[in-house]
């Protein structure tokens, strides 16, 4: 009867001792929560805005078509229109959600003409318009001087020689076919079908019908990025004594491009309401 009292008084001071263990083992240390490891942080601030970017990947995407133009004419040239339009393929479908991969001042001025009022899908102003073919000719300038530091000075640019007639011919091409491109992108890119999921293939393919089908008559440019960036580092680079004869025919490259886009950006506006007519 006695040990009852005295256990009772041992367990009271176990009870006033917070030090105290007896026979209990003590808990487990808590686990330190780990910390978050930020990678790049000193990127974390760094971004650029919505306009800054779209003209980044259009520089991007223009310099790596351009580069890919002369270097595949000197791998294959009868190849050469497959590895441009999946090249164009690959680029549209990586960059279109930034810029809508445009990657052509061409398709830039023929969809800035559709849109410039606030209708379409990709609404576009004066300075996006200047930004946009500021950077594509910049990158096509660069693609040019890569493609000279990899391959010399000469290298294959588009030409249509100092024929007047065969300047005519390439005219046509390039202005018929720069009207099915920009059109294309129009159609699938702008109109109201534009939420689908074959718009870089319709536009990849239109450049590589092209240039199967008229590459022996002006080049298949369908692009003043290309054709006028490479024309002009091949004259002022090289030193051979016909480097400067593309030059007589940059004139036509240009005009027919822009032509075909205007009358792209032309039938595309008559076509809109022909649903509200009928």
């Known amino acids: ?126 300075r996006r318009l200047v930004l946009y073919v500021v950077a594509q000719m910049l990158g096509g300038t660069l693609a040019g001087l890569y493609c000279m530091m990899l391959h010399g000075r000469e290298f294959p640019v588009p030409s249509m020689g100092l024929s007047f007639a065969q300047m005519v011919r390439g005219f046509l091409a390039e202005s018929v076919f720069t009207f099915l491109l920009c059109s294309v992108v129009l159609h699938v890119a702008i109109s109201r079908q534009r939420n689908n999921n074959f718009y870089g293939f319709a536009i990849s393919f239109a450049v590589l019908c092209g240039g199967l089908t008229c590459g022996s008559i002006s080049g298949a440019a369908f692009n003043p990025a290309v054709a006028t960036p490479l024309i002009l580092v091949r004259c002022f680079f090289s030193f051979s004594k016909d480097s400067c004869t593309p030059m007589a025919s940059l004139w036509v490259y240009l005009l027919s491009e822009v032509l075909g886009a205007v009358l792209a950006s032309i039938m595309y506006l008559a076509l809109q309401n022909v649903e509200e007519l009928y």
């Open 1 to 126: 009867m006695s040990g009852k009292p005295e256990e009772k008084e041992r367990k009271e001071k176990v009870k006033l001792d917070p030090t105290h263990r007896g026979n209990v083992e003590a808990p487990a240390p808590s686990a330190v929560a780990p910390t978050s490891i930020r990678k790049f942080s000193c990127l974390q601030n760094f971004h650029l805005g919505p306009l800054m970017s779209s003209a980044v990947v259009e520089f991007i995407g223009t310099f790596l078509l351009v580069l890919t133009v002369p270097l595949s004419s000197i791998s294959n040239s009868e190849l050469a229109p497959i590895s441009i339009g999946f090249m164009l393929m690959s680029l549209i479908f990586s960059f279109g959600y930034l810029s809508g991969g445009h990657i052509n001042p061409a398709v830039t001025i023929s969809v800035w003409l559709c849109t410039a009022r606030g209708e379409g899908y990709a609404t576009f102003n004066k």
